[in-house]
């Protein structure tokens, strides 16, 4: 999850043991409040004094068509945690997943109830970003606001690199 105060964007965190905070690796955004922990600076925060108007989480989905689901023809993609591509080269593939058991034409078992697939972007023909707002406008949401825009492949990587790759 994400927020943006003072302009700035921000992790966004709220657990059980630590409460609502938010984080950032780069230390020129975190000031005397925050605390420095493991490479990262936290700060609770509490909504009022720190005028938090907007958290949200950014997710992608691809149309892709595969022989063996015809059916489905968006999905959500995870970033692989080890690509041997560049986000730029025409080769770099993103990660699909399934609530079927399927080991064939490139699918992966991960356990009974879950299969992977492996999906270089070039294969896919469109690209969408999901915005998941939990507040927005100052406005808390009991059930997330959705909002989806098609994006162009650049657009897409674009929004990969700003919220997955570069420190935040």
Not at 63 to 72: A, I, L, T
Not at 102 to 111: E, H, L, S
Request: with cysteine; hydrophobic share 35%.
């Amino acid at each position: 999850m994400f927020t943006i105060m003072n302009g700035m964007l921000y992790i966004y965190l709220n657990d059980v043991v630590y409460g609502k905070r938010i984080a950032t690796a780069i230390a020129s955004k975190a000031d005397s409040t925050f605390v420095e922990q493991n490479g990262y600076y936290t700060k609770p925060i509490e909504m009022v004094n720190d005028k938090i108007n907007l958290i949200f989480d950014v997710l992608y989905e691809v149309e892709y068509f595969d022989n063996s689901f015809r059916e489905q023809k968006i999905w959500s993609v995870q970033l692989k945690n080890s690509s041997q591509y560049d986000i730029h080269d025409r080769n770099f593939a993103v990660e699909i997943s399934t609530n079927v058991r399927y080991g064939k034409n490139g699918w992966t078992m991960i356990d009974p109830y879950c299969s992977i697939k492996e999906v270089k972007l070039s294969w896919c023909t469109k690209f969408f970003i999901k915005y998941v707002f939990t507040k927005k406008d100052n406005i808390e949401y009991k059930t997330p606001l959705e909002k989806v825009y098609e994006v162009t492949k650049p657009e897409f990587l674009s929004f990969i690199e700003k919220y997955e790759l570069e420190e935040i």
